[in-house]
């Protein structure tokens, strides 16, 4: 088995499901379960933990490429664009989730709603950036 293929799969499972969390999580909280605060509070645990494992899969990538190659890949502009976009959205999803996490209990729902729909924005932009980066790197 190629060790290279290995780290990239293993990278790449945590990956897919930290993408899952983020926008899965998100989706709950806005629309399942809307009226209940503890169970939110639950998913932004869920969340910032998904955003998180995105911050440190993404960032293991490079550290792959660089192990098998002694560089980081040389990507085209469109796909540093995405990359950009994805930190950005994992920088404010980290801070919108710890946020939430410390001060939603004094919350009233209306807040509680704008700041899950920011999340789901973030993560939904990240996803599709995704798309991007695959494709234009
Ligand atoms: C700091 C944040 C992030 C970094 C540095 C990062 C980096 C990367 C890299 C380097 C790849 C591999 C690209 C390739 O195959 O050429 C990738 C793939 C992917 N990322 Fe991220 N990512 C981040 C956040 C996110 C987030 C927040 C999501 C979703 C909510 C996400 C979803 C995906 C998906 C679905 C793929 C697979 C794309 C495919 O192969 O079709 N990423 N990411």
Redesign the pocket.
């Known amino acids: 088995m190629d060790p290279q293929n290995l780290a990239y799969a293993l990278v ?1 499972l945590v ?2 499901f ?2 899952v969390a ?2 899965g999580g998100a989706v709950a909280a806005h629309w399942l379960v809307r009226d209940a605060p503890a169970t939110q509070r639950c998913l932004a645990w869920l969340v910032l933990g ?2 998180l494992a ?2 440190a ?3 293991s ?2 550290a792959v490429s660089y192990h098998f190659y002694g560089k980081f ?1 040389d ?1 085209h502009a469109i ?1 540093r664009g995405a ?1 950009f976009i ?2 950005a ?3 404010g ?1 980290v801070l919108l989730a710890t946020v939430y996490l410390q001060r939603a209990t004094g919350w009233q729902p209306a807040r509680r709603a704008l700041v899950w729909t920011l999340l789901l924005l ?3 932009t ?2 599709a ?3 991007f ?3 234009f ?1």
Request: charge should be positive; charged fraction near 5%.
């Open positions: 790449q990956h897919n930290g993408a983020i926008v998904g955003w995105q911050a899969s993404g960032a990538f490079g890949p990507i796909a990359l994805k930190l959205c994992a920088a999803g973030l993560g939904v990240a996803l950036s995704a798309a980066l695959r494709w790197a």
